[in-house]
Nanobody, 119 residues
């Protein structure tokens, strides 16, 4: 079973940048898809970006396309989310998620890391 641990969250002013990380362990990851989600207070969890461990395929939600970039470092079993031009509405808990490619929904979650953007 894969375990996920996020880090790198914090406080940033609007217009600033932040890069968060997610280290995966516990299993061979080549058949997994990874993603970043976020959940703001009172809102549903929102998909932001996804990436395959094998290959280079990525996908983004329209709300973050052009501002956020998902990337990976296979030898370090780590994925990243580079967030630029941050806005107060980006304030949320950011979660790393994983699923095997044969499963429809993401079913493995990290504990989350808080990102706060002040105006």
């Amino acid at each position: 079973q894969v375990q996920l641990v996020e880090s790198g969250g914090g406080w940033v002013q609007a217009g600033g940048s932040l890069k968060i990380s997610c280290v995966a362990s516990g299993s061979t990851l080549t058949t997994y898809a990874m993603a970043w989600f976020r959940q703001a207070p009172g809102k549903e969890r929102e998909f932001l970006a996804g990436i395959m461990w094998a290959g280079r395929a990525t996908s983004y939600a329209d709300s973050v396309k052009g501002r956020f970039t998902i990337s990976k470092d296979n030898p370090k079993n780590t994925i990243y989310l580079q967030m630029n031009s941050l806005k107060p509405e980006d304030t949320a808990i950011y979660f790393c998620a994983a699923k095997t490619v044969k499963v429809a929904s993401f079913h493995i979650w990290g504990q989350g890391t808080q990102v706060t953007v002040s105006s």
